[in-house]
Structure formats: structure tokens, C-alpha cells
């Protein structure tokens, strides 16, 4: 074993009965969920924050994973969390989100409700290249190919963030994202695409209830992302479209209200 791996997971115990998994977009980490799960905290769930499966580690051990992998990981976090908890919710940021969906899928009775930060089925914001229309079409073909299986990308300014004095804070300090890969390998989007498959065939099938925040100005995934699930869902869904924040509505200006709407939501359920 590496000795100089380290683990980014984390948990706040909560008074009640109640815990919420909380969940970390592809290549991303825990850290970047402490303000959304010390909030939700506060209001009496405890709250586990997973490190998905091959993440905060280096891309070689990112590009070995598979979305069942990350799935997997969940599904261990519930059955810790079942073990000193009566109810127990799941909430995540774009794939996390859709992990989450999938837990819930899988675990009608176990999981009593979710919440899909940004939820994304195709990278269709504002500030994304116009080609992404085309990538779930073209990753799986271009995967075979040693030259498109090593490109690497990068997110792009505003990072997913709306506020400028909450980007400058990250940019400044490094330990604020501690874990994430710089840049975005092309085999997580292929794995991606292939969990965002599964996912839109079986949105009837849920019958968990869902809440869904979006960001109005999202530019990695358009609004109608949510609008798409929130319709095709077979259970309850509510949709919230958030004013003054982007991609990342969990570090940005209306986190708070990201927190709060996720534990009002759960406390219903």
C-alpha cells in the first residue's frame, strides 16, 4: 500500500437518526463538500462524505476506475451509515449527483430521498465548447483510439464559479480543493457517458423522491438537464433554478441555500 495516499473521506455525526451521504463530482473531492455538509450538520443528520473509488489518489488510479467503481462506493457508505441510522438520504454534485440517482435505483428501500446538484446528462452550459454536443456520440468511438484516450482537459475560467471573492479564496488556497486532478481525463468521460446511459433509460423506474438545484447560468450543463429528469422521473421531483450561482452550486455564492433546501427536503422524507 501507498503510504502517501490519503484518504479525504470524512463524517459529522448528527444528533437524530438521520444521515445524508453527500457526493463529489468526477475527479473532484470531499473537501470541496465541507461547507454543504457542515450546514446540513447543523440542522441534526450526520453526514458521511465518501471518496469515490480511484479519486484524490493520481490519474493513473483515475483512469484504471469505472463508474461502478464509483457506484460501489456508495453503496458501501449506505450499508456503514444503515449500521447507527434509521433514514438515510444521498446528495451530489453532476456525477456524483447521478450516482446518488443510481443508489437510489438500486435501493428503493434503503434510500428515502436524493438530491441532484447540477445534474448534467449532456455538457450543454454556456461556457462549454460547442463540439461537447457531439461527445457522447464520438468518446465511445474515440476511446479505441491511444491518441484521443490520452487527451487531457481543463476546466476552464470561472472554474464553475460565480462569485469572485469565493474563486479568488480557492485560486489562493490550495487545500480548498486538496485531492482533485488538475485536469479531466477523456476515459472518465467515457465512463460517464456510459453511467448517464443508464441513467436516462431508467428515470421512470425511480420512484424515490428527487429534488433537483440548477443554476440558471450553469456553463457546463444547461438547465434543461434537470428539466429533463424532473419530467421523466416516476416519482415525486421538485425543480429549483438558482439565480446567482454556476456549475458548482455548492462552493458558490448560494451554497447556504443549497444546504438548506437539501435538509428541508430530507426532513419531509
Known sequence: ????????????????????????????????????????NKKGFSVYVPTLAGHCIDESAFVQSTWQDWYNTLETTMYEALKTHDKVYVAGICVGGALGLYLAYRHPDKIRAATLYSATLNYDGWNTPFYFKYASILVPIGIRIPFIRNIRMSDAFP??????????????????????????????????YKLLRVIKNILPEIKTPTLLLHAKEDEVSNPRNSEYI?????????????????????VDGERAKVSDLTADFFTRY
Open 230 to 250: 424532473n419530467k421523466h422521473l416516476g416519482g415525486i421531483s421538485e425543480l429549483h433554478l438558482l439565480e446567482d450561482s454556476y456549475h458548482m452550486i455548492h
Open 1 to 40: 500500500m501507498n503510504s502517501n495516499i490519503k484518504d479525504y473521506s470524512y463524517i459529522y455525526q448528527g444528533a437524530g437518526g438521520s444521515a445524508v451521504i453527500l457526493v463529489h463530482g468526477m475527479t473532484g473531492t470531499p473537501v470541496e463538500m465541507k461547507f454543504v455538509a457542515k450546514h446540513i
Open 159 to 192: 472554474y464553475g464559479i460565480k462569485s469572485e471573492r469565493i474563486r479568488n479564496l480557492i485560486i489562493k488556497n490550495s487545500d480548498s480543493m486538496a485531492g482533485a486532478l488538475p485536469n479531466f481525463p477523456a476515459k472518465g468521460l467515457h465512463e460517464n
